[in-house]
């Protein structure tokens, strides 16, 4: 008898399919799930340093160093001197960039009301109240999780 499906079960379920959606939207192209999220981050916060990339994405400098090289060889970012900070550089879109999320932002958008189509009308207020709480409750595990084994790590 199969056993019915959690809500954990759904979550991860539409975790993969995102990912294979992104997948295959960017098969054929340089981008990458990795190379997009430090665009995104360039778009929500504007031109950064890599180092405050690395902070942002939580991930390593070096990481992060690899990710703009990919990224400034494809033509989406490039790096300019930072206006206040001479061993600092700043990474910033190019314009061809800008135009793609841009176009992402509004397939984003176009997805997001196609997908929250196939709820009612009347359950789409307490859906997204839900989607938001076990956001919520899900980020607070992690925090508490990542708390605790940062604490285990500096104790001798």
């Known amino acids: 008898m199969a056993t019915p499906a959690t809500v954990l079960d759904r979550l991860l379920e539409i975790s993969d399919l995102f990912q294979r959606d992104l997948a295959r939207e960017f098969a054929g192209t340089s981008l990458t799930a990795s190379r997009t ?67 992402m932002q509004r397939d984003h958008a176009e997805l997001s009301e196609t997908l929250l189509a196939a709820v009612a009308p009347e359950d789409r207020a307490a859906f997204l109240r839900g989607a938001e709480a076990v956001a919520d409750r899900l980020r607070g595990l992690v925090e508490t999780a990542e708390a605790g084994r940062a604490a285990s790590r500096r104790e001798p």
Request: net charge negative.
């Open 37 to 103: 999220r430090l665009l995104w981050e360039l778009v929500h916060e504007g031109p950064s340093t890599q180092h405050a990339l690395a902070e942002r994405l939580e991930v390593s400098p070096r990481n992060v160093t690899g990710l703009v090289d990919a990224l400034e060889a494809s033509g989406y970012v490039r790096r300019e001197p930072h206006p206040s900070d001479r061993r600092a550089f700043l990474v910033t879109l190019t314009a061809a960039a800008e135009a793609l999320m841009t176009e």
